[in-house]
């Protein structure tokens, strides 16, 4: 079974109408009809639901869009995973690409414990860690 992670600018993607969501939406119904496991760090939840509420708070997307988005991103089947040595490999890759935070970094640590795939719509992530990690994913 193949495995991938995504981060949260992808899944945004899916959620909101936002440029090259039609690309992430044919990379998650591909991977869907794959029967590909689909995970990612527990920190997707407190990323996706803070800018989802940020949307509405911002009136970018009304109420309802936004409780729709909620409920949209709810329903999707990621496996949500903290492995043991999580952080500490999330630290370790922040420091080898020189990042000043260790929230994307947390991305990359997973998909790499996990040996997979980590899918981004996050140009700056993919330009520090990209050439060196062939495995990172750019959606463009």
Same mark, same amino acid.
């Given at each position: 079974?193949?495995?991938?992670?995504? /981060?949260?600018?992808?899944?945004?993607?899916? #959620?909101?109408? =936002?440029?090259?969501? #039609?690309?992430?939406?044919?990379?998650?119904?591909?991977?869907?009809?794959? @029967?590909?496991?689909?995970?990612?760090? &527990?920190?997707?939840? &407190?990323? %996706?639901?803070?800018?989802?509420?940020?949307?509405?708070?911002?009136?970018?997307?009304?109420? =309802?869009?936004? @409780?729709?988005?909620?409920?949209? &991103?709810?329903?999707?089947?990621?496996?949500?995973?903290?492995? /043991?040595?999580? %952080?500490?490999?999330?630290?370790?890759?922040?420091?080898? &690409?020189?990042?000043?935070?260790? *929230? @994307?970094?947390?991305?990359?640590?997973?998909?790499? !414990?996990?040996?997979?795939? %980590?899918?981004?719509? /996050?140009?700056?992530? *993919?330009?520090?860690?990209?050439? =060196? !990690?062939?495995?990172?994913?750019?959606?463009?």
């Amino acid at each position: 079974m193949r495995r991938i992670c995504v /981060d949260a600018s992808f899944v945004l993607k899916l #959620l909101l109408d =936002e440029p090259d969501s #039609l690309r992430a939406v044919a990379h998650w119904s591909e991977w869907i009809a794959s @029967d590909s496991d689909i995970v990612a760090p &527990f920190r997707l939840v &407190f990323e %996706v639901v803070s800018v989802l509420r940020n949307n509405v708070y911002r009136r970018i997307i009304t109420p =309802e869009a936004g @409780d729709k988005a909620m409920a949209a &991103f709810l329903a999707q089947d990621i496996a949500l995973l903290h492995p /043991d040595s999580l %952080v500490e490999q999330g630290w370790r890759i922040a420091a080898r &690409f020189n990042r000043p935070t260790v *929230y @994307d970094a947390i991305y990359l640590a997973l998909g790499e !414990l996990l040996d997979c795939e %980590v899918w981004t719509a /996050d140009r700056r992530l *993919y330009n520090a860690a990209g050439a =060196e !990690l062939s495995w990172l994913r750019l959606l463009t």
